[in-house]
T-cell receptor, first 116, second 113 residues
Framework: AQTVTQSQPEMSVQEAETVTLSCTYDTSENNYYLFWYKQPPSRQMILVIRQEAYKQQNATENRFSVNFQKAAKSFSLKISDSQLGDTAMYFC?????????????FGQGTRLTINP | KAGVTQTPRYLIKTRGQQVTLSCSPISGHRSVSWYQQTPGQGLQFLFEYFSETQRNKGNFPGRFSGRQFSNSRSEMNVSTLELGDSALYLCASSYGTGVNEQYFGPGTRLTVT
């Protein structure tokens, strides 16, 4: 079974700083997807960024980028120029297709606080 | 498009009772997944429905069940509630083919006393 590990339960940085959230996963599969989801306080979970395992190029979405190391099974999220609105729980997720259906496994989450 | 909606948003039940939660997916989405979120266990997958059929199931006891209707709306039922069932229950919808983005609802906060 796949497992996803986020080793940093909590992180705190100053506004405008760069912060990196760690995620490692365990799988014997070759075709899969990786996601970072953001859950702001009392708000809905939204997708931040996704990475297809077959793509070597790291995904980027504005201030958010990933460092995908397939051999090391590592998938970290870098937030540049952090903003107060980035304060949230961040979940790393591993996804693959099982018998035609998508199955996601989430990490335990990292609570990120951006301080003014 | 309207987002994923879940009703009710908050519920308080006592041990032994049963509860039904509802989820309306985004229009056009045929897949609905359910997750249980607790501080200790994080996000755990309950089950996924696609075109009224359960395609995937997590490791939860049979007290947890679900169904999906022809309009893709889904319900989740928990019977014989236990204190440990207190959690935020999230549903997420997607098109359901391959691996694509899941859109989450606001959740139903269930408290069992």
């Amino acid at each position: 079974a796949q497992t996803v590990t986020q080793s940093q339960p909590e992180m705190s940085v100053q506004e405008a700083e760069t912060v990196t959230l760690s995620c490692t996963y365990d799988t014997s599969e070759n075709n899969y997807y990786l996601f970072w989801y953001k859950q702001p306080p009392s708000r809905q979970m939204i997708l931040v960024i996704r990475q297809e395992a077959y793509k070597q190029q790291n995904a980027t979405e504005n201030r958010f980028s990933v460092n995908f190391q397939k051999a090391a099974k590592s998938f970290s999220l870098k937030i540049s120029d952090s903003q107060l609105g980035d304060t949230a729980m961040y979940f790393c997720a591993f996804g693959r297709v099982v018998q035609g259906a998508q199955k996601l496994v989430f990490g335990q989450g990292t609570r990120l606080t951006i301080n003014p | 498009k309207a987002g994923v909606t879940q009703t009710p948003r908050y519920l308080i039940k006592t041990r032994g009772q049963q509860v039904t939660l509802s989820c309306s997916p985004i229009s056009g989405h045929r897949s609905v997944s359910w997750y249980q979120q607790t501080p200790g266990q994080g996000l755990q997958f309950l089950f996924e429905y696609f075109s009224e059929t359960q395609r995937n199931k997590g490791n939860f006891p049979g007290r947890f069940s679900g169904r999906q209707f022809s309009n893709s709306r889904s319900e989740m039922n928990v019977s014989t509630l236990e204190l440990g069932d207190s959690a935020l229950y999230l549903c997420a919808s997607s098109y359901g083919t391959g691996v694509n983005e899941q859109y989450f609802g606001p959740g139903t906060r269930l408290t069992v006393t």
